[in-house]
């Protein structure tokens, strides 16, 4: 069974130079879906490859970086016809609720006198 690795795209971002990309480097037109429009007019895009080992995944890496990928996912054991829009969507928004974000720079105030003897009313 192949993998999936899926990209978000932004909406700006040229879709067929992406296919082109993907075509010219060994992909055929039935190794990859790029979806479009879900009916909801989203500013970004998706699109997956179907991919058998590490150096087909490393080349569609480097095609999604080039045509400006905003992140990337891997689904293992699955292949392009279970890559259904609404299932992968299920599966990143699954993934990115779990991810641990970066918290912003905490600020600890400690004291700098320390404590002394005197008493103080």
């Not at 010219?24 to 970004?44: A, C, M, P, W």
């Not at 998706?46 to 400006?68: P, R, Y």
């Not at 918290?103 to 103080?120: F, H, L, Q, W, Y």
Request: net charge negative; hydrophobic share 35%; charged share 25%.
């Amino acid at each position: 069974m192949s993998n999936i690795l899926a990209g978000l795209f932004e909406l700006n971002s040229d879709y067929k130079k992406l296919e082109a990309d993907l075509e010219s480097s060994g992909f055929e037109n039935s190794d990859y879906i790029v979806y479009l429009d879900n009916g909801k007019h989203n500013t970004q895009y998706l699109a997956s490859v179907s991919v058998k080992d590490n150096n087909q995944a490393e080349n569609a890496q480097s095609i999604f970086n080039q045509n400006s990928v905003l992140k990337t996912f891997m689904f293992e054991n699955m292949s392009i016809e279970q890559a259904h829009y609404d299932s992968l969507k299920s599966y990143i928004d699954a993934r990115c609720k779990a991810e641990i974000h970066n918290s912003p720079d905490v600020r600890i105030k400690a004291s700098t006198a320390g404590m002394d003897s005197e008493v103080k009313f």
